[in-house]
């Protein structure tokens, strides 16, 4: 009982000490805060970057000058982004296997992947051809299919191994085409696995290339506000300049 009467003792104490000095407690607190906060001649980089261009071996991708590629997309390996064409945000083009080609004034909308195979089980060529004036909705999977002119890829598709899209052509969204699976000329497709759903007409085929021709131009507007160089720099200079270093 003794003991249990100086513990309770001891701490009746120290809540009254707590209670009685709230001026101690915030210059205990603020000493704290003082130990951790950081020296004003510390340097901030920013890590935050990411590779857009990645070599692999003797294969460089290779970007045109007009052509958009956002900051967040990755391009390794065999990956040529021809005039005109533009590449979203999030989007992977691997070419790591075999090449992958975005052809004239065509664009791969955000978050798609695209790959190539080794080999194409239909013995065509396994690169990955995507060709003039064709559009990828975003969300898309290509690999080694070939896209033939002025054609549309909704959003969400899956074209597999030796798939074929011939030209004046539609696949809906959601689509899946399987491996050695062709798409005749102006025809609308759609389903999993994708399906005949019926023949374009020619005001349709019109205009699949006015839609490559408007993200496009939607694409130069991005491509005037982008820097394609980081800003690195300035933080270098700012620590030169700090050390009394002459720039």
């Given at each position: 009982m003794a003991a249990l009467a100086r513990t309770s003792r001891k701490a009746l104490s120290s809540v009254r000490l707590a209670s009685s000095s709230p001026q101690q407690l915030h210059r205990s607190f603020s000493a704290e805060a003082t130990k951790i906060a950081e020296s004003p001649d510390r340097v901030k980089w920013?890590?935050?970057?990411?590779?857009?261009?990645?070599?692999?071996?003797?294969?460089?991708?290779?970007?045109?000058?007009d052509a958009y590629v956002a900051p967040n997309v990755v391009l390794a390996g065999q990956v040529t982004v021809c005039d005109g064409?533009?590449?979203?945000?999030?989007?992977?083009?691997r070419g790591d296997l075999n090449k992958i080609t975005v052809g004239f004034c065509s664009n791969v909308q955000?978050?798609?992947?695209?790959?190539?195979?080794w080999s194409s089980p239909t013995?065509?060529?396994?690169?990955?051809?995507?060709?003039?004036?064709v559009t990828i909705g975003a969300y898309s999977l290509l690999r080694s299919c070939t896209i033939e002119t002025e054609c549309i890829i909704g959003q969400h598709s899956i074209l597999m191994?030796?798939?074929?899209v011939e030209t004046h052509s539609i696949l809906e969204a959601g689509s899946v085409v399987p491996p050695g699976r062709r798409i005749p000329s102006g025809e609308l497709w759609a389903g999993n696995p994708a399906r005949f759903v019926r023949t374009l007409s020619h005001e349709e085929e019109m205009e699949i290339p006015k839609l490559a021709v408007a993200i496009n131009d939607l694409s130069k507007n991005h491509f005037h506000e982008?820097?394609?160089y980081s800003t690195a720099y300035l933080e270098v200079e700012k620590f030169k300049k700090s050390l009394g270093i002459a720039i």
């Open positions: 920013d890590y935050r970057g990411q590779r857009r261009i990645i070599p692999l071996g003797q294969w460089l991708p290779k970007i045109a000058v064409s533009s590449v979203w945000g999030g989007s992977v083009l955000e978050k798609c992947v695209v790959h190539a195979a013995g065509l060529p396994a690169e990955t051809m995507i060709e003039r004036f191994e030796g798939s074929l982008f820097l394609p």
